[in-house]
């Protein structure tokens, strides 16, 4: 497929996990991609698409700091002729703290990568987008932002900001063909839930990871590549202003004891 043929794509956070699915997979498709991350990951992701045939240029960026994200802007639209989607996806987990434990400092640190960085996508993003005639920006959030027992308060808070910030982007991006949304990824082997993967298959429990979820399995970061890219595709073109949750059904229902495929419940 060349979907992304003649299109430049910046990918935020694409040292690892869903980012790094994100640009391989825009690159496979014929996007000249812009691999930006605060980690030296970022560099492996791009030269992983090269070698694949691709075009990526990586660059090392905080997605928090404002001349940071002007920066790599300024590199796609240098390099790639302008910009036509923005993935903002770079985020933080701030760890597991309940409310009484977090200190203003690590929720202030958590806001500024994960909602700051994604409204600072939008700002400068935007207008260069649109001056191409349109495209999409899409934004990484999280089931954690739906409702509670997802997440730390930290990452929660900041995703259900995510959220929000799609809906009024596309709000005020109206008539400028240049549409919002976000996924609301469930529980994703990426590098920031390694731990967690790595534990469950040295104890002989990766069966239960993500058994909350009907699928009962965790996602793989290419799956959530899958409707990035979908939803930055001529194919969403009548979707804006949306978070859709890619979580194996997990937000579909509240919290019940869940019956067995086949089996009666008592």
């Known amino acids: 497929m060349t979907r992304f043929a003649d299109r430049s794509i910046i990918v935020t956070g694409a040292g690892s996990g869903i980012g790094r699915a ?29 070698e694949a045939g691709g075009i990526a240029r990586a ?8 001349e940071d994200v002007v920066r790599t802007i300024a590199l796609a639209c ?20 309940n409310i009484f434990d977090t200190d203003v400092a690590l929720m202030t640190d958590v806001l500024r990568i994960n909602l700051i960085g994604p409204f600072l996508a ?10 191409r005639g349109g495209g999409a920006i899409v934004l990484t959030a999280s089931v954690a932002g ?37 996924i609301c990824p469930g529980l994703t082997e990426t590098g920031m839930t390694k731990p967690t993967f790595d534990y469950a ?3 002989g429990k990766i069966d239960r990871v993500g058994r909350l979820n009907p699928l009962r399995r965790g996602a793989q970061a290419e799956e959530l590549a899958n ?23 997990l937000s579909s229902s509240h919290p019940v004891t869940r019956q067995d495929y086949g089996r009666t419940a008592v």
């Open 22 to 50: 994100a640009a391989l997979a825009f690159a496979a498709e014929g996007g000249s991609v812009v691999a930006a991350d605060i980690s030296e990951g970022v560099d492996d992701t791009a030269r992983m698409i090269g």
């Open 122 to 131: 939008i700002k400068h993003a935007a207008p260069l987008i649109a001056e």
């Open 201 to 203: 298959r040295d104890a």
């Open 59 to 66: 660059i090392r960026m905080d997605a928090g700091r404002e």
């Open 227 to 249: 409707v990035i890219l979908f939803l930055a595709s001529a194919e969403a073109s009548y979707v804006n202003g949306q978070a859709l949750a890619v979580d194996g059904g």
């Open 146 to 182: 739906l409702r509670s027992g997802a997440g730390s308060p930290a990452y929660s808070a900041s995703k259900a900001g995510v959220i929000n910030l799609a809906q009024v982007a596309a709000q005020q991006l109206s008539g400028s063909n240049v549409r919002v949304n976000a």
């Open 78 to 97: 240098d390099a790639h002729g302008g910009l036509d989607v923005m993935v903002a996806n770079a985020g933080i987990s701030g760890g597991m703290a």
